[in-house]
């Protein structure tokens, strides 16, 4: 603990003042920060559509331009990890529970419960659930992600500075970065981290405990998740101790197989033809209509803008409060990539894989729905195992399913106690395991705490209410890495000159 710097104090005294107030005023705090987010969500809806949409074009630009050559290391540098593996534990970051949770709940509530523009339950609201769902999921979050993790890996990697969010703005700011403000960054970071990857675990441990109370009648209760969470804090601290590139690499290589297993299994035993014939579609439409949906404020009161609020808003909120996170993570396995290979390695690849797996698993639930089994009467974290019930291999289904959340679960604490040591140790590439096995810690009991108070609805909102001032963040590190880049170009030049 020798090599841990103020960020870490300062950080942990906040994380345990937020959960003291979260568990002794657990009403007060959940009327506090939804009322925060409302206001935010209704006064800053415009500028969140503005930003996520600049993030794209920025990172086409970077990808397309001259920029895209460089290498993030040296020039003759080799990337660290095979491209599959790459591939998945960026996915496993940036993804995580999300995609099992939410696979074909919000296709199929956007379709019969809460469309955002048609009749719920017709043929067109069915098409514009999945465009919308591919919309929050595809190419807006990745391009934001990939513009903080390639910030962050082009100033480690090639320019030799500490990972740390605060240091990519010394372009802009030089020296005075690493004052007061620069702390000030970094212990935000730290804290989004933290409460956010918190969230996503008590999600986990409420979807697994549904899972086996759906299977084997295990009781849904805060005694089953503390039990589910002990079990898995072990196993990902034992994954955190033994470094990046066995465990987490093994985890996420783990991830993929039974992503792809569960995928395949819906893919076949689903309406087949259908996924593919409106896949197809609606991916064809999420394309066309892209500029038009980034730019859909709801103004007017026909126009539905709590649904706006409650999905869009939410999600360009929750996509920049995980910001740094997944982008540090990101940065970190990307050594040795040229830009451009990153660019589209990080937008592309998982924009076409989500849009893949919301269709296939949201086809199969509105079938479901359609043969008369009302879906949409369950809850988000047990609506999956309803619907595998009326499927064939319907318990291999659910075992599988759960698996894949138990591998996210330990993937993402692990990738999350790897970050949160990097950004306590002043950017260090391999954080001591005594650090990683404290915020593990950390993690676990503050997802138990929240769980035990029902603050899950508070935690989220205060994540989103952090999203603002990041948001300005990415976009002072976005026109800090510009210019750097530019910078960058001249000295290749000039070296190739001499």
């Given at each position: 603990?020798?090599?841990?710097t103020?960020?870490?104090?300062?950080?942990?005294?906040?994380?345990?003042?937020?959960?003291?107030?979260?568990?002794?005023?657990?009403?007060?705090?959940?009327?506090?920060?939804?009322?925060?987010?409302?206001?935010?969500?209704?006064?800053?809806g415009?500028?969140?559509?503005?930003?996520?949409?600049?993030?794209?074009?920025?990172?086409?630009?970077?990808?397309?331009?001259?920029?895209?050559?460089?290498?993030?290391?040296?020039?003759?540098?080799?990337?660290?990890?095979?491209?599959?593996?790459?591939?998945?534990?960026?996915?496993?970051?940036?993804?995580?529970i999300?995609?099992?949770?939410?696979?074909?709940?919000?296709?199929?509530?956007?379709?019969?419960?809460?469309?955002?523009?048609?009749?719920?339950?017709?043929?067109?609201a069915?098409?514009?659930?999945?465009?919308?769902?591919?919309?929050?999921?595809?190419?807006?979050?990745?391009?934001?992600?990939?513009?903080?993790?390639?910030?962050?890996?082009?100033?480690?990697?090639?320019?030799?500075?500490?990972?740390?969010?605060?240091?990519?703005?010394?372009?802009?700011?030089?020296?005075?970065?690493?004052?007061?403000?620069g702390?000030?960054?970094?212990?935000?970071?730290?804290?989004?981290?933290?409460?956010?990857?918190?969230?996503?675990?008590?999600?986990?441990a409420?979807?697994?405990?549904?899972?086996?109370?759906?299977?084997?009648?295990?009781?849904?209760?805060?005694?089953?998740?503390?039990?589910?969470?002990?079990?898995?804090?072990?196993?990902?601290?034992?994954?955190?101790?033994?470094?990046?590139?066995?465990?987490?690499?093994?985890?996420?290589?783990?991830?993929?197989?039974?992503?792809?297993?569960?995928?395949?299994?819906?893919?076949?035993?689903?309406?087949?033809?259908?996924?593919?014939?409106?896949?197809?579609?609606?991916?064809g439409?999420?394309?066309?209509?892209?500029?038009?949906?980034?730019?859909r404020t709801?103004?007017?009161?026909?126009?539905?803008?709590?649904?706006?609020?409650?999905?869009?808003?939410?999600y360009?909120?929750?996509?920049?409060?995980?910001?740094?996170?997944?982008?540090?993570?990101?940065?970190?396995?990307?050594?040795?990539?040229?830009?451009?290979?990153?660019?589209?390695?990080?937008?592309?690849?998982?924009?076409?894989?989500?849009?893949?797996?919301?269709?296939?698993?949201?086809?199969?639930?509105?079938?479901?729905?359609?043969?008369?089994?009302?879906?949409?009467?369950?809850?988000?974290?047990?609506?999956?195992?309803?619907?595998?019930?009326?499927?064939?291999?319907?318990?291999?289904?659910?075992?599988?399913?759960?698996?894949?959340?138990?591998?996210?679960?330990?993937?993402?604490?692990?990738?999350?106690?790897?970050?949160?040591?990097?950004?306590?140790?002043?950017?260090?590439?391999?954080?001591?395991?005594?650090?990683?096995?404290?915020?593990?810690?950390?993690?676990?009991?503050?997802?138990?705490?929240?769980?035990?108070?029902?603050?899950?609805?508070?935690?989220?909102?205060?994540?989103?209410?952090?999203?603002?001032?990041?948001?300005?963040?990415?976009?002072?590190?976005?026109?800090?890495?510009?210019?750097?880049?530019?910078?960058?170009?001249?000295?290749?030049?000039?070296?190739?000159?001499?």
């Open positions: 603990m020798k090599k841990v103020s960020v870490f104090y300062i950080t942990a005294a906040l994380i345990i003042l937020a959960v003291l107030l979260g568990a002794l005023f657990p009403v007060y705090a959940e009327n506090l920060t939804t009322n925060l987010n409302a206001f935010l969500s209704t006064t800053f415009w500028y969140y559509m503005w930003i996520m949409l600049g993030f794209i074009a920025i990172s086409f630009f970077i990808a397309f331009s001259r920029y895209g050559k460089i290498r993030l290391g040296r020039d003759d540098e080799k990337p660290d990890f095979s491209t599959s593996s790459w591939i998945a534990m960026l996915f496993s970051a940036g993804l995580g999300g995609l099992v949770f939410y696979g074909a709940s919000e296709p199929l509530l956007h379709s019969y419960a809460d469309a955002p523009l048609s009749n719920p339950g017709s043929e067109q069915i098409k514009e659930g999945l465009v919308f769902t591919y919309f929050h999921w595809g190419l807006h979050g990745w391009a934001m992600y990939g513009l903080v993790a390639l910030a962050l890996a082009f100033f480690q990697f090639r320019k030799g500075e500490p990972g740390l969010i605060s240091t990519t703005l010394k372009p802009l700011f030089g020296d005075r970065i690493k004052g007061p403000s702390k000030a960054i970094d212990v935000l970071a730290t804290f989004a981290t933290i409460f956010g990857v918190a969230t996503s675990l008590g999600l986990g409420a979807q697994i405990n549904a899972g086996l109370s759906h299977l084997f009648g295990l009781e849904e209760s805060f005694v089953s998740q503390l039990f589910i969470i002990l079990i898995i804090t072990v196993l990902f601290l034992i994954s955190a101790w033994t470094g990046l590139s066995k465990g987490i690499q093994f985890l996420s290589n783990a991830n993929m197989v039974l992503a792809v297993l569960l995928f395949i299994s819906m893919f076949l035993i689903g309406p087949t033809l259908l996924i593919l014939n409106i896949f197809t579609e609606t991916f439409y999420y394309l066309q209509n892209l500029i038009q949906m980034s730019f709801a103004p007017l009161p026909s126009d539905n803008r709590a649904w706006l609020d409650a999905w869009t808003v939410f360009w909120a929750w996509w920049i409060s995980w910001a740094p996170f997944v982008g540090m993570f990101i940065a970190r396995v990307s050594r040795g990539r040229t830009i451009r290979e990153f660019m589209f390695g990080v937008m592309i690849v998982p924009t076409v894989i989500c849009g893949i797996w919301f269709a296939t698993f949201g086809t199969t639930a509105s079938s479901v729905q359609e043969s008369g089994v009302d879906l949409t009467q369950y809850a988000i974290e047990v609506l999956n195992f309803h619907m595998y019930d009326q499927l064939s291999f319907s318990f291999l289904l659910s075992i599988i399913s759960i698996a894949l959340i138990l591998t996210f679960f330990i993937t993402s604490a692990d990738s999350a106690t790897f970050v949160l040591g990097m950004q306590t140790t002043n950017g260090s590439l391999n954080p001591a395991a005594s650090v990683k096995i404290v915020w593990g810690f950390a993690l676990s009991s503050v997802a138990l705490v929240l769980l035990y108070v029902g603050g899950l609805t508070a935690l989220q909102n205060t994540i989103i209410a952090a999203a603002l001032p990041f948001s300005f963040i990415v976009i002072l590190m976005s026109i800090s890495l510009l210019k750097a880049l530019n910078t960058e170009l001249k000295e290749i030049k000039k070296k190739k000159n001499i």
